[in-house]
């Protein structure tokens, strides 16, 4: 593993280890500057997940989460670094193995409607992976994919319906569905409620936990909202500028933050249930800036109440604080608790 993986091992085998992961993208080019730096869009980033663990990674807008996924998911190819399913480096996977590893990891996106062919009804959308792969045939597939439904809280009597007909909630359990169907030991689920309204939520992460405790399976659950990730999570990672600045049991995580980032994220959204948002405090300013322009110092800098001149000229490298938390702050034993009250339960 590479040097920031002294992170954030699970207790139990691992289903997943992300190694050194990098994502580089060319900045586009200005008439002006030729010679920009890519943009780091994924940096050095490394965990494991356990079977039957929810890794909740979380972060603001552009801080490199969906590229993650994306490498997980063999969607794109890291610069850098590498994913471990099963032992099998993700990239390298031969064509003939690739099908094998979709049956092993699926993708839950933000948006159910552009993931779902809006000409096909919900029973060939729940069908179609079980044709791919082979897993049922002639009228057995019909059988399965009204236990698939019923599973993912579906009528029977609802699935000759198109994907327009659906509420936004039953779209994405019509996704989730999809899914299941290959039986997968892992869901990478980007954003999967943020686009659904607030009062279905709960649903469908209830849903989504439920679907953990029968089958074992393991989550890489990604949200910018800190309370999202809170409600379902057995770990929770911090993403800030492509990097994870910290790392820990939810539970420690979320009642003392380390890194002065987890605890702005605490404080402007404290929250005890996705349906309960007591108040939201805009205490996080600024957009995310970088690094010094020099390239040196730590990546939070330009937004950090505690920064001190050490952090704008040395990068901190990820510290293990206590058992299973990895923080990536030079001052992170001092950063102050949250007032009572503003801890999420
Ligand atoms: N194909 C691409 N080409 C160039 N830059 C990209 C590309 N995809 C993403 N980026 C950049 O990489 C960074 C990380 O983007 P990413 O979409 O992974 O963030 P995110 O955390 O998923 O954000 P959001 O919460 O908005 O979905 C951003 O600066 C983004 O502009
Ligand atoms: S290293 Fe310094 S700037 Fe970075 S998070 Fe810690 S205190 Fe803030
Ligand atoms: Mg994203």
Known sequence: MSSSSALAAPTTPAALIVDGLRKEYPRRRSLFARQTPPVKAVDDVSFAIAPGETL???GESGCGKSTLASMIMRMITPT????????????????????????????IFQDPYSSLNPRIRARDLIAEPLRIHRLAEGSAIQVRVVELADQVGLAASSLDRFPHEFSGGQRQRIAIARALAVSPQMLVADEPVSALDVSVRAQVLNLLADLQAQRSLSYLFISHDIGT?????????????????EIGPAKAVLRRPHHPYTRLLLEAVPITH?????????????????????????RFAPRCPMAAPRCLTEEPLPRTLEANRVVTCHFAEHTPELPRGETIT
């Open 229 to 245: 990730v809170a409600y379902l999570s057995h770990r929770v990672a911090v993403m800030y500028l492509g990097a994870i600045v």
């Open 56 to 58: 909740g990674l979380v």
């Open 274 to 298: 996705p349906r309960q948002r007591t108040r939201r405090r805009e205490v996080l300013r600024g957009e995310a800036l970088g690094a010094s322009a020099a390239g040196v110092g730590c």
């Open 80 to 107: 850098a670094g590498s994913v471990l399913v099963g032992g099998q480096v993700v990239a390298t996977l031969l064509p003939r193995e690739v099908l094998a590893y979709r049956r092993k990891v699926q993708m």
